[in-house]
């Protein structure tokens, strides 16, 4: 996996796809063409792989496709991402959830980063994807740190 990660960090995507065809776990190419800065492609080969029936998403995969889709501004990809994220057994992940809050904060939607960031159970929640959304006034309520939520500072 470091091998593909390397490859994909240095641009040999070509390398990449030879060896993600040899390897059992499919998923870091998917990380590599993101290291990349090829988010469409990312999306591109997972549309694929999906469609074959090859690959069913992981908290893994759905962490980085929704890197992808904030990276592409793919709104429509990802929202459709997010409603099988839901329904998959994986909803409760806060890995996954910290992705999707980045995706809808980078994609304009703060009020839809804000949901899916209260609705995180963890600690280590960051309203960092606030403030690169232009939406960094934001202060942190509740005596529990992070873990109170977040809500506007005007």
């Known amino acids: 996996m470091t091998l593909l990660y390397m490859y994909g960090k240095c641009g040999f995507l070509k390398d990449a796809l030879q060896l993600f065809d040899e390897m059992s776990h ?15 492609k990312t999306l591109f080969l997972y549309s694929a792989a999906a469609s074959r029936g090859n690959l069913q998403p992981d908290d893994f995969i759905y ?11 793919a709104l429509k990809v990802g929202e459709q991402l997010h409603a099988q994220f839901i329904a998959s057994s994986f909803a409760d992940n806060d890995v996954v959830k ?5 995706f809808y904060a980078k994609c304009g939607l703060p009020d839809r980063a ?16 606030f403030e690169e959304c232009g939406h960094g006034r934001v202060k942190i309520r ?13």
Do not use: K, M
């Open 26 to 40: 499919r998923a870091s190419i998917f990380t590599s063409h993101n290291h990349a800065n090829l988010p469409q």
């Open 63 to 73: 962490a980085t496709l929704f890197n992808a889709c904030a990276g592409y501004n």
């Open 114 to 129: 804000r949901s899916v960031f209260n609705s995180s159970r963890s600690y280590l929640r960051t309203p960092a994807s």
């Open 98 to 102: 910290s992705s999707l809050v980045d």
């Open 142 to 154: 509740g005596a529990g740190g992070l873990a109170g939520g977040l809500e506007e500072a005007w």
